[in-house]
């Protein structure tokens, strides 16, 4: 079983629609990140929390929300989704690893959104 | 801020050839270096990292030497295969601070190598 799940995998949604994207790991990591992946433009923060009271924004928040439910699970949310909203989502996990003294990021398999 | 400036896309090569990618970087301190790899359909994997000037990380006959005087972390692999084909991310961490632990990637770089 994977470490780090997403769901769903694909989906498409109409302007204005509210939409969860919801982020689960077994890999009892505290940070949980959310990224938000386009075309030539490589990989950008929306938001990071470092543990469950923890939540920060990320280089691109404004239309995002995040929900950290318990250690497990970090959900992001689009309040109303637009055209521009269409992209490939990634959620990570890190913590610290004392064999290499340092932080390493795992991703899950990613959600494909698109938005009509 | 941080910045990180990978080479232009795609690269198209024949199996066997050598493999380049470069990667420069803007940061302050001393940042780790990563090199991540995203095959069709999945997510990011790490492939290699180096945490400080000199080191070489090193996976699956791909290497990368962290430069701190050119601010450089390129990829290199002798004799690409077909199933090196994907998108390649530079990457790199911020040692300290609020930002520790947030990475800041590259656009990315599409590879295909052809039988």
């Known amino acids: 079983d994977a470490d780090v799940t997403q769901t769903p995998r694909n989906r498409i949604t109409k302007t204005g629609k509210r939409i969860m994207l919801e982020c689960s790991q077994t890999?009892?990591?505290?940070?949980m990140y959310w990224y938000r992946q386009d075309p030539g433009l490589g990989l950008r923060l929306i938001y990071y929390?470092?543990?469950?009271?923890?939540?920060n924004k990320g280089e691109i928040s404004d239309g995002y929300s995040v929900s950290r439910q318990a250690q497990a699970k970090f959900s992001l949310s689009l309040e109303s989704a637009i055209p521009n909203q269409t992209a490939l989502y990634f959620c990570?996990?890190?913590?610290?690893?004392?064999?290499?003294?340092?932080?390493?990021?795992?991703f899950g398999p990613g959600t494909r959104l698109t938005v009509t | 801020g941080n910045s990180v400036t990978q080479m232009e896309g795609p690269v198209t090569l024949s199996e066997e050839a050598f493999l380049t990618i470069n990667c420069t970087y803007t940061?302050?301190?001393?940042?780790?270096l990563f090199w991540y790899v995203q095959y069709p359909g999945e997510g990011l994997q790490l492939l290699l990292k180096a945490t400080k000037a000199d080191d070489k990380g090193s996976n699956k006959g791909f290497e990368a030497t962290y430069r701190k005087e050119t601010t450089s972390f390129h990829l290199e692999k002798g004799s690409v295969q077909v199933s090196d084909s994907a998108v390649y991310f530079c990457a790199l961490r911020n040692a300290g601070g609020t930002s520790y632990g947030k990475l800041t990637f590259g656009q990315g770089t599409i590879l295909t190598v052809h039988p």
């Open positions: 929390s470092f543990d469950v009271k923890d939540i």
């Open positions: 990570a996990t890190s913590d610290f690893d004392e064999r290499s003294k340092s932080y390493e990021q795992y």
């Open positions: 940061a302050t301190g001393y940042p780790s």
């Open positions: 890999k009892g990591h505290d940070r």
